[in-house]
């Protein structure tokens, strides 16, 4: 029965991931159901969704500061050990990558299905990060070509230079995903045959 109902709650965890399209709301679905996936009374997930960013966390019974120190271990692979605390981890990870990691602590030791539940439950959130982090990249890529097909318009239909620098400085904004973008240009002097 415990296992049918674990089974339940992991169904309805892939529903409430499917349904988001925005990374912190996919870890928070993960976080929210990650205390249920096994018998655990504390947890931490640490992922980063770029390699050279700052991990982001996710817990329940640590304190910020204490989630975030656990986190840094658990992503560098150090042992971690909480006095009179089981703990089973589960590495947040695809085919293609490895996201991070997630763990559970408990009192009590983790029985063996718990383990094979805690990978399934780690490898559907790798899932549903690699799916949002596609949709997120797709969109981008689809904003970059927008941009710079109205560029490409724009410098169609230019009839001067501050038509030129203005199709370039709209463009550069919206691809870079700037606030403000600017175009310095250089006037040539013209030298007089005289």
Do not use: K, W
């Not at 909480?82 to 947040?92: K, R, S, Y």
């Amino acid at each position: 029965d415990a296992l049918l109902d674990r089974l339940r709650q992991l169904q309805a965890t892939l529903s409430d991931l499917v349904a988001s399209t925005d990374v912190d709301e996919v870890l928070d679905a993960i976080a929210g159901r990650a205390g249920s996936a096994v018998n655990a009374e504390r947890f931490v997930l640490a992922v980063r969704i770029q390699d050279d960013e700052v991990p982001r966390v996710r817990s329940d019974g640590f304190s910020p500061e204490r989630a975030g120190r656990l986190a840094d271990d658990l992503l560098a692979n150090r042992p971690v050990q909480l006095d009179g605390e089981h703990m089973l981890t589960a590495e947040v990870r695809t085919s293609s990558r490895v996201y991070g990691r997630l763990a559970a602590f408990a009192r009590s030791p983790f029985l063996d299905y718990e383990v094979e539940l805690m990978e399934s439950y780690a490898g559907l959130a790798a899932t549903a990060l690699e799916a949002v982090t596609a949709v997120a990249e797709a969109e981008e890529r689809r904003r970059t070509a927008e941009a710079l097909l109205e560029m490409a318009g724009q410098l169609h239909r230019a009839r001067s230079r501050e038509d030129i620098s203005g199709a370039l400085a709209v463009a550069t904004r919206t691809v870079v995903s700037a606030d403000a973008a600017s175009v310095l240009r250089e006037l040539a002097q013209r030298s007089d045959p005289d």
